[in-house]
């Protein structure tokens, strides 16, 4: 079963944790099988293919693949997170857009029109499952991603946007929604974000990723129907007034993962 992070919203997207621990890899904070480690996190296996000079059907492990990013000039790593409508982090062709698109998540290289589209499969049953990922590296545009704030912007617009949802939601009755809701909510604190990003990042960009996620698991519950409306043209209404802090909380989650690059730029 393939899967996409809107699948699972209250977990880290993989894009979110290649690049920020090959950013702190790439940047001297981090050695390669740290990183690589890092990257894999709980998963059962990461491996890349179509990197520059590949065959067809090669594949290669996090720390190999990693380390020949380098060699080919890559110099820091930029997340993207494209919704429909929305090609958030994105500088084409076309294709590779569409790729990005269908998984919801993609990784682009700084120094190399390069990205990377993952295939995230889940094997086995509830309980018991593995996951592998594979890693479709091809060419990309050389252009500005679209839509991508300042960590300084989406720190300011997300302030503004957990007002917002705090409003809606209270209006919505997503707090007295019951022991469903209490559930939702209980889901996303046990997680933890002891380590959110990687070595080397500003703890302004852990504030706005953490902050980033907080809203994405409250709108989650929101529109996944907790709540006092029940009937679909109520559930409509609310997902159409969750769209614009939805998109907030996505580019302030591309801010936070592309500051430790953005820093070294500026």
Do not use: K
Not at 243 to 260: D, K
């Amino acid at each position: 079963m393939l899967v996409t992070p809107a699948d699972n919203p209250y977990e880290e997207p993989r894009s979110g944790r290649l690049t920020a621990w090959g950013n702190a890899l790439l940047g001297g904070f981090a050695p390669p099988d740290n990183a690589a480690a890092a990257v894999l996190g709980q998963d059962e296996s990461h491996r890349v293919t179509g990197l520059p000079g590949d065959a067809e059907g090669d594949l290669h492990g996090l720390t190999w693949a990693l380390g020949r990013l380098r060699v080919l000039g890559v110099t820091g790593l930029r997340l993207a997170l494209p919704a429909a409508g929305h090609p958030l982090g994105l500088t084409g062709p076309a294709e590779f857009n569409a790729r990005a698109l269908g998984a919801g998540e993609a990784v682009l290289a700084v120094g190399a029109p390069l990205g990377l589209v993952p295939e995230i499969e889940v094997f086995g049953p509830a309980g018991d499952q593995a996951v592998t990922v594979l890693w479709r590296c091809s060419e990309v545009r050389e252009a500005p991603p679209a839509d991508v704030p300042s960590l300084h912007e989406a720190e300011r617009e997300l302030a503004d946007g957990l007002r917002e949802t705090t409003a809606l939601l209270a209006r919505l009755d997503v707090a007295g929604a019951g022991p469903e809701a209490l559930r939702a909510l209980e889901a996303y604190r046990r997680r933890g974000h002891s380590e959110l990003l990687a070595p080397g990042y500003p703890p302004r960009a852990v504030r706005v990723l953490e902050s980033a996620r907080q809203v994405t698991a409250l709108l989650s519950i929101a529109s996944d129907g907790h709540g006092a409306a029940v009937s679909a043209s109520e559930m409509a209404a609310r997902r159409t007034a969750l769209a614009p802090l939805q998109r907030t909380a996505r580019r302030a989650q591309v801010a936070a993962y592309n500051a430790l690059v953005d820093e070294r730029r500026d």
